[in-house]
């Protein structure tokens, strides 16, 4: 099969929501852009289906929608997984030489906009048996997102957080039993599925808590597994799930 | 009567990795083999648990675990070759912190020598093949390897599946009885086992085993006549009920459980439960060997860990060794990952950056050494298969094969090879292909193959294709494919859903 090239001035890798502004940004000024969108999906296209989080966000999944709507032409649907300068060159004025499974595009400049991920479960302090029913809160959006059931009781655990309160809101609406529950460890029991969690942290020394599902949280690491090159650009540096955060970190790039 | 179809020349129960390669040998032959596994996939007990380590050695040379370790990290390139699983020759490097120790590592090395390859390094030598490494010299096993202990398995399994070996998973053995059939056609005809003499004999030649393991065999099988007949009437449990299979032959590789299977002929085994954690952690090429401190400091009855590399190049250390009540006790503890990390951070001048997971194994201990015998008829135990069982399962799985040769050779029968099929490999990652896994770009296509190769389970999946591995981020996009494929919502051994749809 062979590879299709392109040229643009700008490559904006990321369909998020800091990828679909900046690239808006750059379009009204007059810039060719093209945003590389990925076959994940982005964390705004998961808060549109459910329910409490887009109300919570509505802001920014309407601007998303709008802004997305404007630059559908220019969305190019592909993985970017190498970004380097033309000639192995350092300087600034080099432009990019960029590859993707379907893809060779040659960009001036190239910007990241691969967002987060949820710092996994050894950081955020969850130890003990790994049986069904233990969640990041990203995963846990997501499945429920698609329509899921990913437990009955569930157990939130880590750093409170604007977010946190939120998902207790909406897992309630959906009909789960839901508890929230602040510590620095956590030891998951059980085999077959989670059968409860004890819980260490500064409030208590030691204590269980029954549920049969885990969601865990305590904070974002930037998600750039191919570790591409360019400006880093909005939630890529935020940690939690901030739009506000997200929007400013765009808005702050000087082109 | 349908018992015609559930007759079996050999049964052989638990598809870890030493099933899976017995399996596997076995279905070279004219065989009807049955394998039963009560999970729903393969490699689920301390297989997938254990740290993948193709070990150069085990101490001491002369047991059972000893020989077959050696033998298997021989024939570990050319297993890897014919079922196509990855296997790097990493190397193992001792290391001395001491002037002292490096002095007894030089003392040592002759004795090392007489069995496998063997270098001694000195410093310079050491800082040049590991920078990140402080030693005064050290000891290099150029042998010693690392494999991903659930593909080599998987791969394994595959091959015995293509050769007609039959799998069925979800069926716990929970009875074995013995029944004497007095004219083996009163249940039909016993696979394709021809007489002695019917063929041209070409058997096996004597190789090294022969002679180093004597003891193998029980002497109850040397009363072995013509006349006797014993069968096994082997009882399944699933969930759709009871059922009940014949065979010829029994072996037993039921892991932690092989006391259980002993015990329903009779035999008397005890199995201790072992357990050892790891950590893994984020960091690629910050050693590229398989690291242990000099003298080796065994925490009893295990080569004492060490700062370990994956088949990817992760980090790993553990792992350790703690004793658990429970056979299925693989949580690990905040003081374990502590004392590891504590431990395996000795050899190097700086740490590495992210921990971002633990796991842990839980062994099958059955005192010093493998145990690998015959006490009833028909029956052979692969019991007590610890560490270095990994390394040691294709020559386990050959050493099986002799004991059933022997034991048909006395019955006047003979083993013929039979026409075999070998595995489709996949040369290399597809191009073009849009990844959703990012961490180890891993397609859906790539998950979709392995899913219709057999994979039952999101760890199967995980461990197979490496997606859901790291960050985690394509979790639900894997599930959604499993979903598609008709594949239920699984996580290893649980029974449980992960999710489901109301
Ligand atoms: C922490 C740890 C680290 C290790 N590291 C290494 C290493 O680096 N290198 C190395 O060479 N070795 C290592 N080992 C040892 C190695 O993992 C084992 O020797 C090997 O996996 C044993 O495989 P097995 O097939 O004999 O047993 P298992 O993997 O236990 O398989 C037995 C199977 O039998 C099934 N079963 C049990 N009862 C029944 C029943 N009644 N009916 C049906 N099925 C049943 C079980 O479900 C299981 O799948 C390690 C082990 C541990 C625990």
New interface residues.
């Given amino acids: ?1 062979s ?1 299709k090239s392109i040229e643009t001035e700008a490559l904006v890798v990321g369909a998020g929501y800091s990828g679909v502004l900046l690239s808006s940004i750059l379009a009204e000024r007059g810039v060719d852009v093209l945003i590389a969108k ?4 982005s964390e705004i296209e998961v808060f549109l289906r459910l329910e409490v989080l887009s109300s919570y966000y509505s802001e920014f999944i309407e601007e998303y929608r709008e802004l997305l709507a404007q630059l559908r032409p220019r969305v190019l ?3 970017i ?1 190498k970004t380097e300068r033309e000639n192995g060159e350092e300087t600034e004025r080099a432009r990019w030489k960029v590859e993707s ?2 893809y060779r595009i040659t960009a001036d400049e190239v910007f990241i906009c691969t967002g987060c ?2 710092k ?4 955020c302090g969850v ?7 233990t969640f ?1 809160l ?2 846990a959006l ?2 429920i997102s ?5 437990g009955r009781r569930v157990l939130l655990f880590g750093e409170r957080t604007k977010i946190f309160e939120i998902v207790e809101e909406m897992l309630k609406k959906l009909k789960y039993e839901c508890e929230f529950v602040e510590g620095e ?1 956590a ?3 059980g ?3 989670v059968e409860g969690v004890v819980v260490e942290g500064e409030k208590f020394e030691r204590e269980k808590f029954e549920c049969d599902t885990l969601i865990y949280f305590c904070g974002r690491e930037s ?1 750039n ?2 570790r591409l090159e360019g400006v880093k650009a909005g939630n890529i540096n935020a940690k939690t799930y901030d739009y506000e955060e997200v929007r400013r970190d765009v808005l702050r790039l000087k082109f | 009567m349908k018992i015609k179809n559930q007759i079996f020349d050999v049964t052989i129960i638990g598809a870890g990795v030493t099933g899976c390669f017995i399996a596997k040998e076995l279905s070279k032959y004219k065989l009807r083999v049955l394998v039963v596994e009560k999970e729903p996939t393969v490699a689920m007990g301390p297989t997938k648990g254990c740290s993948g380590i193709i070990h150069a050695f085990q101490l001491p040379f002369g047991s059972l675990k000893g020989k077959l370790c050696l033998e298997g990290n021989k024939l570990m390139d050319e297993e890897a070759k014919e079922l196509g699983f990855r296997f790097k020759r990493v190397g193992l490097l001792l290391i001395c912190k001491s002037f002292l120790s490096s002095l007894v590592a030089r003392i040592v090395k002759p004795y090392f020598s007489r069995y496998l390859e063997v270098r001694y390094l000195g410093e310079e030598e050491i800082k040049e093949l590991e920078p990140n490494v402080e030693a005064k010299g050290g000891l290099l096993f150029p042998s010693g390897g690392v494999v991903n202990p659930v593909e080599m398995t998987f791969k394994a399994k595959l091959f015995a599946e293509l050769n007609g070996v039959e799998f069925r998973f979800e069926s716990k053995v929970v009875g074995i009885d013995v029944i004497d059939v007095v004219d083996a056609s009163d249940i039909g005809n016993i696979g394709d086992v021809s007489e002695v003499g019917e063929v041209g004999g070409v058997t096996d030649s004597t190789d090294a085993m022969d002679t180093t393991m004597g003891t193998v065999m029980d002497t109850t099988d040397t009363r072995d006549t013509a006349d006797e007949n014993p069968y096994f009437e082997v009882t399944l449990e699933s969930e759709e009920g009871e059922e009940k299979i014949i065979s010829r032959y029994v072996i037993n590789c039921a892991g932690l459980y092989a006391d259980e299977i002993a015990a329903m002929v009779g035999d008397k085994i005890k199995i201790i439960p072992g357990k050892g954690s790891h ?2 952690f984020e960091d690629k090429d910050f050693s590229y060997h398989l690291i242990a401190v000099l003298p080796l400091m065994p925490e009893r009855k295990t080569k004492g860990g060490g700062s370990l590399v994956t088949i990817d190049g992760n980090l790993i250390w553990g792992p350790n060794l703690v004793d658990v009540e429970n056979k ?1 006790d ?5 003081e374990e ?1 502590d004392a590891l990390i504590k431990k395996h951070s000795k050899p190097f001048k700086k740490l590495p950056e ?6 842990a194994g839980v062994r099958a201990i059955a005192g010093k050494d493998f145990i690998i015998n015959s006490p009833i008829k028909n029956f052979i135990n692969v019991a007590g298969i610890q560490s270095p069982g990994l390394t040691a399962a294709p020559a386990i799985a050959r050493l099986v094969v002799r004991i059933l040769k022997e034991s048909l050779e006395k019955k006047g029968l003979r083993l013929e090879k039979k026409e075999e099929k070998s595995l489709k490999l996949i040369s290399s990652r597809e ?6 896994c ?2 180890r ?1 891993v397609s ?1 296509d790539e998950i979709c193959r392995i899913i219709s190769d057999g994979a039952g389970t999101l760890d199967d999946v995980k461990h197979l294709t490496g997606a859901t591995m ?8 894997v ?2 494919i499993m979903e598609e494929k008709g594949l239920p919502l ?2 290893d ?10």
């Fill in positions: 099969m590879l990925s076959s994940l999906e649907k592909t993985t997984l499974p379907h991920y949820d996994r479960v050894f950081p130890l003990g048996m790994r049986p069904a029913g990041s990203q995963n997501e499945l698609k329509g899921y059931r990913i460890y030891e998951v029991l085999r077959e599925r998600f597994p191919f | 950590v893994v299925e693989r949580s690990v503890k905040k990952v992210k921990a971002v997971s633990v796991y191009q073009n292909v849009e990844p959703i990012h961490c770009n859906s790291e960050c985690g981020r394509c979790l639900p996009a599930l959604q699984r996580k051994t649980c029974k449980s859903f992960i999710a489901w749809r109301d």
